[in-house]
């Protein structure tokens, strides 16, 4: 008995030490990622404010710039490929005709956070400050859809049906068959392991790439009072790895959805390799457009025709503030909730079109 609880204690204590999760600063984080994959996938919250303040502090390191070559991104329509190439090389574009990029993709529904539009700028203002050196390029993954031409929900089928195919071969293009290491951003379900790798990241094991992804998440981990006063003691922004420790036990849905879903069986650990945390759950804040740029204007009236193809009615988008918080205590519905969605067009099951000149 003697030689025996020496040897618990032993295994005890080399247990609990392996539960520790190691912080690290995030973008040392996501650059040493790159050393051992040409891949990098994270798994973005839409429209944070705080994520992407580190997104852009990121893809403007010089560090990350020196090795990585792309950035391959769902905010935006590759339709417009041409012109954001063009814009983010540090040519003089007028600003009207690149910010459809971000505004006309096919999957958005109302209008696009100021949070991308911040993000492109700060790309181009990185290569401006870079000319000589190796500059990085802003590859657009949402299909091509040509808003101009669509005016029903057949017309915009096939664009919404194959999002995930459509970015899956930009990438096997335009980064893995030039021998090219890129960062892809989107919105985390796109991304997420369920049952093994998703869609895309299948595609890209597939084509011979080594990826590695990471998600964005916050420290609520049940209901939407229940924060987890162990990430306090972190140093922020920062990225762990979701091995063999209580970060990877914790529910998935909680942590990636603020406490606003209830937790299900899956584990954080079984859907990504890492999670980003960048602040608590109540210090989180999501970014609106502004409404004078809707209240009355062309691309206001726009969103609204939009809507109407997409969901069947319009919806309020003006605010009388630009921010919020990023994650508000759910409320209970009334009066049975939204109306119903109109039911899916034949053209989802139909491919895409033939893909027409980039602009």
């Not at 969103?303 to 193809?309: G, K, P, Q, S, T």
Request: with cysteine; net charge neutral; glycine share 8%.
């Amino acid at each position: 008995m003697k030689r025996i609880l020496p040897l618990l204690f032993t295994g005890l204590t080399t247990l609990c030490l392996a539960q520790q999760p190691k912080p690290q600063p995030a973008t040392a984080a996501v650059l040493r990622a790159f050393d051992t994959h040409n891949i990098v996938l994270f798994g973005e919250y839409h429209a944070c404010k705080e994520e992407h303040e580190w997104l852009r502090a990121l893809v403007t390191a010089p560090e990350f710039e020196d090795r990585v070559d792309d950035i391959v991104v769902e905010f935006g329509n590759s339709l417009y490929q041409k012109s954001v190439d063009r814009y983010i090389a540090g040519e003089d574009v007028p600003f009207a005709q690149v910010q459809q990029a971000w505004r006309n993709v096919a999957g958005a529904i109302g209008p696009p956070s100021p949070v991308y539009e911040a993000f492109f700028k700060a790309v181009r203002d990185a290569n401006l400050k870079r000319r000589g050196k190796h500059q990085v390029r802003v590859v657009l993954g949402d299909p091509y859809a040509d808003w101009d031409a669509i005016n029903d929900r057949e017309d915009l089928g096939p664009f919404v049906a194959n999002r995930d195919s459509w970015f899956a071969r930009v990438v096997k293009d335009e980064v893995l068959a030039k021998n090219r290491r890129a960062l892809l951003i989107m919105g985390g379900g796109h991304f997420l392991r369920r049952n093994g790798p998703g869609e895309i990241e299948k595609q890209l094991r597939a084509a011979g790439a080594s990826t590695y992804l990471i998600v964005f998440g916050t420290n609520a981990v049940g209901g939407y009072d229940d924060l987890d006063k162990r990430f306090d003691a972190w140093s922020l922004p920062a990225i762990v790895e979701l091995r063999g420790n209580w970060v990877g036990e914790l529910p998935m849905m909680p942590v990636l959805f603020g406490g606003t879903a209830a937790p299900t069986p899956m584990k954080l650990g079984e859907v990504a390799d890492a999670l980003l945390y960048v602040a608590p759950r109540d210090a989180l804040t999501q970014v609106f457009m502004p409404r004078a740029e809707l209240d009355g204007t062309a691309y206001g009236r726009e969103l609204d025709r939009r809507l109407m193809i997409q969901v069947g009615r319009t919806m309020n988008f003006l605010r009388d503030s630009h921010e919020a918080p990023l994650f508000e205590r759910p409320r209970a519905r009334s009066g049975g909730g939204p109306p119903p969605l109109p039911p899916p067009p034949k053209s989802m099951h139909d491919p895409l079109p033939a893909r027409p000149p980039s602009r």
